[in-house]
């Protein structure tokens, strides 16, 4: 149990278009799910706090214009990177809590050229 | 910031146990330690967590000093595919804080 997916796991794409990453919990419900980003050879930095029917928090120094989160269902988070440039290159993790625990999702790696 | 202490890099010999400490002499009496561990290019995988008592699962040891200002996890028989990044987190109680996240300790396993 505890499994936390998603997708994709990989995208390229061109500067200047958006690009949608959905977190899933397969097997249990989460009203809070956190998004994270890692850059090479770094630890991971929080970006944003998702909670279920309600608006993201973001850490400081995150555009909450530029990452838009959406937490529509206890199963399901949504990260939107728009108008992504080159710097917004990075590897992207969500997690989901379950009882006293979060759950990592495997990532996705974004690379914008 | 974090408020752990690791060493950024250990070896263990393959078969052997691993024992990784962590320092966290500013925890507070509700938060737990917990232990994730990040293998290259994939997402952190939970371990093991625990408050004050030595815990065990299928897969680490935690244990925990009287005064719970550092811990140890312990990988019993360490195998190749136990080289990841470690981390050792201090948090309170529950799955909706945020886990702060420090540098971890690379343990490398060695054939």
């Known amino acids: 149990g505890a499994v936390v997916s998603q997708h994709p796991s990989w995208v390229i794409c061109k500067s200047g278009t958006s690009v949608k990453i959905e977190c899933r919990s397969l097997?249990?419900?989460?009203?809070?799910m956190f998004w994270y980003r890692q850059f090479p050879k770094q630890s991971l930095m929080l970006m944003a706090t998702?909670?279920?029917?309600?608006?993201?928090?973001?850490e400081q120094g995150v555009e909450k214009d530029k990452f838009l989160i959406n937490h529509a269902s206890l199963t399901l988070s949504t990260l939107t990177v728009t108008s992504a440039h080159p710097e917004d290159s990075s590897f992207y993790i969500c997690?989901?809590?379950?009882?006293?625990?979060?759950?990592f999702g495997p990532g996705t790696r974004l690379l914008v050229l | 910031d974090a408020k752990t202490t690791q060493p950024p890099s250990m070896d263990c010999a393959e078969g052997r146990a691993a024992n990784l400490p962590c320092n966290h002499s500013?925890?507070?009496?509700?938060?737990?330690v917990y232990w994730y561990r990040q293998i290259h290019s994939q997402g952190p995988q939970y371990i093991i967590h625990?408050?004050?008592?030595?815990e065990t699962n299928e897969m680490a040891s935690l244990i925990i000093t009287e005064d719970r200002k550092s811990s140890t996890l312990i990988l019993p028989h360490a195998t190749l595919r136990d080289t990841a990044v470690y981390y050792c987190?201090?948090?309170?109680?529950?799955?909706?804080?945020?886990?702060?996240w420090g540098a971890g300790t690379k343990l490398i396993i060695k054939p």
């Open positions: 998702s909670n279920e029917g309600s608006k993201a928090t973001y």
């Open positions: 097997d249990f419900q989460a009203t809070t």
């Open positions: 500013t925890i507070s009496g509700n938060e737990y």
């Open positions: 987190i201090v948090s309170p109680w529950g799955s909706n804080y945020q886990l702060i």
């Open positions: 997690s989901a809590g379950r009882e006293e625990t979060q759950y």
């Open positions: 625990g408050l004050k008592n030595n």
